[in-house]
């Protein structure tokens, strides 16, 4: 079954810093990955997402993530922190039918200024 | 403001009781998205419904039930109410049918309490 493992529950950079945000997923097949964005009192916001082709994909806010199917991984990363980018950040992978959705723990993502 | 409406915005009820969860999708979206968001379960997709019809399934307890109307509104229906069930529930809309390919634009949520 696949699954979603966020390294770090909280994580703390300086604004102006590179922000990475760690995902490790599971899958027995090349799964679809997304990183979402819930700002507080807010639902969330799709940042991007992986489904086929480039593995470096580019989303809204200046962040992207690779995906390493060799590591199984999809990291977040932003060369530049901004004091708005504090939020809390969800990686998911969908089943192979693409009839579910799998979350991880989410990351909160505080910067410092 | 994502254009996705959920009411109530608080739910106060009691162990055994049913509750309804309303939700209106973005004008011209066919898709509905019910997730659950809890400190026990984290975020859990449950439903989907494309146009009145259920398109997908997740994590969804027997005692949850939702539906689609015509008038492409949706709404959850929690019944025999646990303590468990308290959580924050995001309703999602899209214009496509598709879970993994469609944007979804999340509404700002109703918290259910159950004392």
């Known amino acids: 079954a696949q699954s979603v493992t966020q390294l770090g529950s909280h994580v703390s950079v300086s604004e102006g810093a590179l922000v990475l945000l760690r995902c490790n997923y599971s899958s027995s097949v090349p799964p679809y990955l997304f990183w979402y964005v819930q700002y507080p009192n807010q639902g969330l916001q799709l940042l991007l997402k992986y489904t086929t082709g480039a593995t470096l994909v580019k989303g809204i806010n200046g962040f992207e993530a690779e995906f390493k199917k060799s590591e199984t991984s999809f990291h977040l990363t932003k060369p530049s922190a901004h004091m708005s980018d504090a939020a809390e950040y969800f990686c998911a992978v969908s089943d192979t039918g693409a009839n579910n959705l799998f979350f991880g723990t989410g990351t909160r993502l505080t910067v410092i200024p | 403001d994502s254009g996705v409406t959920q009411t109530p915005k608080h739910l106060i009820t009691a162990t055994g009781q049913r509750v309804t969860l309303r939700c209106s999708p973005r004008s011209g979206d066919l898709s509905v998205y019910w997730y659950q968001q809890s400190l026990d379960q984290g975020l859990q997709f449950l439903i989907q419904y494309y146009n009145g019809e259920e398109r997908a399934k997740g994590n969804i307890l027997e005692r949850f039930s939702a539906q689609q109307f015509p008038d492409l509104h949706s709404e959850l229906n929690l019944s025999s109410l646990e303590l468990g069930d308290s959580a924050l529930y995001f309703c999602?809309?899209?214009?496509?049918?598709?879970?993994?390919?469609?944007?979804?634009?999340f509404g700002p949520g109703t918290r259910l309490t159950v004392l």
């Open positions: 999602a809309s899209s214009t496509g049918g598709g879970l993994v390919l469609d944007e979804q634009f």
